[in-house]
């Protein structure tokens, strides 16, 4: 019986010149609204696991497990807290949040190895570096950005110091009117 391999994906947020982070690792010019919210429930629905960086997963772990979390969107935080998810780290020696596992030694390698086995698929969220690492490792089927019409100064680029070209195909974008984003989704050629 032939083994399908798992589909790996992204989802970043982007500022209109490319960085997914500002300086100090701000994210405040991200606004998640309605239309955000709505499009996480609807990805939430596929039950996929969660791969995350150690500061994307302890900005998450701080956030969606919280009363704040709930009132504000109740779905997201209830998918968000129920799903299986994985964290990168070398200096985390608990992941205490619901449904955590850390993947410490020779990250890239067990990943590998967890994609090409059979089972849920793989998102990762977030995780800039997380994306480059696998990035390099031509691991990533699909990459999900988010360009929010903010532009900042400084800050971390996506794909910061990949040392290979990568030709992406564009498959979907959608607009969202309210807050002005663009969804691109892209498929690795």
Known sequence: M??????????????LNGFYKGLNNDISWHNHGEEGNAYSERQLEAGNIFLFGRRTYEMMYSFWPTRMAYDQFPKVAEGMNSAEKCVISNSLKTADWNNSKIISRDAVHQIIQHKQSSGKNITILGSGSVITQLTEERMIDEYQLLIDPTAIGKGTPLFENISQRLDLELIDSNVFKNSGSVLLTYKTI
């Open 2 to 15: 032939e083994t399908r391999m798992r589909k790996m994906t992204t989802f970043l947020f982007l500022t």
